[in-house]
């Protein structure tokens, strides 16, 4: 066998024209039915239930790995093995749990014959499926339904365009219930606490800010000359100006008020620092997230962001070039 690029190429990009396709039909298709959907999911949730999800063949690999996003984002659901089922796993089902069982073509033999059993234990059914005429459909509480024109297989029975289309109308119904619960980044965060994602997100700026040597420091009456070398001296762009008295914060010194100031006469480095600081600076606690601290970085365009405790002194400082060695941006 051999692969000509050119066919190749063509061959994938055709593959990924007609997931397009579906993706597309899927979207503008969304009505009351999804709306109803994820209802049921909220009140679902919101009485402490769980989303319990099944499917046979390709539609059991999507069924695990929407169970596995809304768990994710502090849902609870799983996924019920169609056969097992039927050998003692249905135990894991309770009244009020909400069943969303997937089908592409609604009429497979194993989900069918879980629609009864699962209504017996008192839960709701959700049709996942691309035919809204279907059995399974039509047994339903509730219709999430999907729109494939055709498959990217070429002898139209490797499911493609369909598990395509079904795992992104999953995410959708999931990022939906996610912004209806208003789940912040420390929420996620708990639901993540391993790997990269979790480090990231439960990085506080205690664990990234400069301190110590670090950290310049100095009262807003010495000179420009004494600020900028004790930057140098600590190797920073910036420096923290307090308050002579109660060594709480008034400013902040960074290299752009630095060059700013030699515009201002040739005696620019004997006079105060104060005539050059930047007062009422951006600031942030020890104890918010990195993140968050990427948020003002953003939000502001600045370069240096000083850390206050509750009384306002600064405690440390973050640099903006330290952000991409912590991998947070």
């Given at each position: 066998?051999?692969?000509?690029?050119?066919?190749?190429?063509?061959?994938?990009?055709?593959?990924?024209?007609?997931?397009?396709?579906?993706?597309?039909?899927?979207?503008?298709?969304?009505?009351?039915?999804?709306?109803?959907?994820?209802?049921?999911?909220?009140?679902?949730?919101?009485?402490?239930?769980k989303?319990?999800?099944?499917?046979?063949?390709?539609?059991?690999?999507?069924?695990?790995?929407?169970?596995?996003?809304?768990?994710?984002?502090?849902?609870?659901?799983?996924?019920?093995?169609?056969?097992?089922?039927?050998?003692?796993?249905?135990?894991?089902?309770?009244?009020?749990?909400?069943?969303?069982?997937l089908?592409?073509?609604?009429?497979?033999?194993?989900?069918?014959?879980?629609?009864?059993?699962?209504?017996?234990?008192?839960?709701?059914?959700?049709?996942?499926?691309?035919?809204?005429?279907?059995?399974?459909?039509?047994?339903?509480?509730?219709?999430?339904?999907?729109?494939?024109?055709r498959?990217?297989?070429?002898?139209?029975?490797?499911?493609?365009?369909?598990?395509?289309?079904?795992?992104?109308?999953?995410?959708?119904?999931?990022m939906?219930?996610?912004?209806?619960?208003?789940?912040?980044?420390?929420?996620?965060?708990?639901?993540?606490p391993?790997?990269?994602?979790?480090?990231?997100?439960?990085?506080?700026?205690?664990?990234?800010?400069?301190t110590?040597?670090?950290?310049?420091?100095?009262?807003?009456?010495?000179?420009?000359?004494?600020?900028?070398?004790?930057?140098?001296?600590?190797?920073?762009?910036?420096?923290?100006?307090?308050?002579?008295?109660?060594?709480?914060?008034?400013?902040?010194?960074?290299?752009?008020?630095?060059?700013?100031?030699a515009?201002?006469?040739?005696?620019?480095?004997s006079?105060?620092?104060?005539?050059?600081?930047?007062?009422?600076?951006?600031?942030?606690?020890?104890?918010?997230?990195?993140v968050?601290?990427?948020?003002?970085?953003?939000?502001?365009?600045?370069?240096?962001?000083?850390?206050?405790?509750?009384?306002?002194?600064?405690?440390?400082?973050i640099?903006?070039?330290?952000?991409?060695?912590?991998?947070?941006?």
């Open positions: 066998m051999a692969i000509a690029p050119k066919s190749a190429l063509a061959r994938a990009r055709r593959c990924f024209r007609i997931e397009g396709e579906a993706l597309t039909a899927t979207a503008r298709s969304l009505d009351r039915e999804f709306v109803a959907t994820a209802r049921a999911v909220e009140s679902t949730v919101a009485a402490s239930g989303l319990i999800f099944s499917g046979v063949g390709k539609s059991a690999h999507i069924a695990q790995k929407i169970a596995a996003t809304f768990n994710s984002t502090g849902v609870a659901s799983c996924f019920l093995d169609a056969t097992q089922a039927l050998h003692g796993d249905l135990g894991l089902c309770a009244e009020g749990d909400l069943a969303i069982l089908s592409n073509s609604g009429q497979s033999e194993e989900i069918l014959r879980l629609v009864p059993l699962l209504k017996r234990f008192g839960l709701r059914v959700v049709a996942f499926t691309a035919q809204s005429d279907s059995d399974l459909a039509r047994t339903a509480d509730h219709r999430l339904l999907y729109r494939v024109p498959e990217a297989c070429p002898l139209k029975l490797a499911p493609t365009a369909s598990t395509t289309a079904a795992l992104a109308l999953g995410d959708a119904l999931a939906v219930i996610l912004e209806a619960r208003g789940l912040t980044r420390d929420d996620f965060a708990r639901f993540h391993a790997g990269n994602l979790g480090r990231v997100l439960l990085l506080r700026v205690r664990d990234i800010m400069r110590a040597d670090r950290l310049p420091i100095a009262a807003d009456t010495v000179t420009l000359q004494d600020a900028i070398l004790a930057m140098t001296k600590a190797k920073s762009g910036s420096i923290a100006l307090v308050a002579q008295k109660t060594g709480r914060l008034s400013g902040i010194l960074t290299d752009g008020d630095f060059r700013r100031s515009l201002t006469g040739p005696d620019f480095l006079r105060p620092v104060a005539a050059f600081m930047t007062r009422k600076p951006k600031t942030i606690s020890a104890e918010a997230l990195g968050d601290a990427l948020r003002l970085f953003e939000a502001h365009k600045i370069d240096d962001l000083i850390v206050v405790d509750a009384q306002g002194r600064p405690v440390g400082l640099d903006g070039q330290d952000l991409p060695k912590l991998k947070i941006v």
